[in-house]
């Protein structure tokens, strides 16, 4: 009876170092947990802010930057329009030319007529014309008596030009003898010659 006791002695040695390896395993674990987190770290972080930083440098960098672009090219665009008037001046030595009386483009002494549209007589309304042109003469208060009698001018206008027919208008020289009517009309109703010349700068059958 007193061997079985020796006996069970190596055996308690080998399970005790046994023992405490499975109570430090749990403890091993616990400290690679966090060097675990701590290597992944850097890779978590770069992965949520590589999104942010690039919306950032596209929000405040390249869209301001392309705005400027944009405004400077804006600006490159009208400042060659704004100064058509100069451009021609200086091509005529420095000095830009006043329209002469009667010509097209003396503001004080023409008048114009802008998308007049009227049905052709003897197409029941299936036809009509649409012009638009420039009243001038020598008179310098042209502007002036015609605006200030524009309606009785546009009841003239609209008469001679509803009386034509398509036949008048395939006839050769048919707006010259519109022309010479017009200016007739509105001498007769303003009472003294005003109108000197009429010019189209649209005129169109449809």
Do not use: C
């Not at 079985?4 to 109570?23: H, V």
């Not at 390249?62 to 490159?76: F, G, T, Y």
């Amino acid at each position: 009876m007193p061997a079985k006791p020796e006996a069970a002695a190596p055996e308690a040695k080998q399970a005790a170092p046994a023992a405490a390896a499975e109570a430090a395993s749990p403890e091993a674990k616990q400290g690679e947990s966090p060097s675990l987190i701590a290597s992944l770290l850097p890779a978590i972080i770069v992965v949520v802010l590589t999104p942010v930083l690039t919306w950032a440098v596209a929000e405040f960098v390249l869209i301001k930057r392309l705005e400027k672009r944009l405004a400077s090219v804006a600006s490159a665009q009208v400042e060659p329009s704004a100064k058509p008037a100069a451009a021609e001046a200086s091509e005529g030595g420095g000095e830009a030319k006043e329209p002469k009386k009667g010509e097209p483009g003396a503001s004080a002494n023409t008048y114009e007529f802008s998308n007049v549209v009227v049905n052709l007589a003897g197409t029941m309304g299936t036809r009509y014309l649409k012009a638009t042109f420039l009243v001038t003469g020598s008179d310098p208060t042209l502007h002036s008596v015609f605006e200030g009698n524009k309606p009785k001018l546009t009841d003239v206008t609209l008469n001679i030009l509803s009386s034509l027919t398509l036949p008048d208008l395939e006839e050769a020289g048919a707006k010259n003898v519109i022309r010479e009517k017009l200016v007739a009309a509105y001498n007769q109703a303003l009472g003294k010659r005003v109108a000197e010349q009429v010019y189209f700068s649209d005129f169109v059958v449809q």
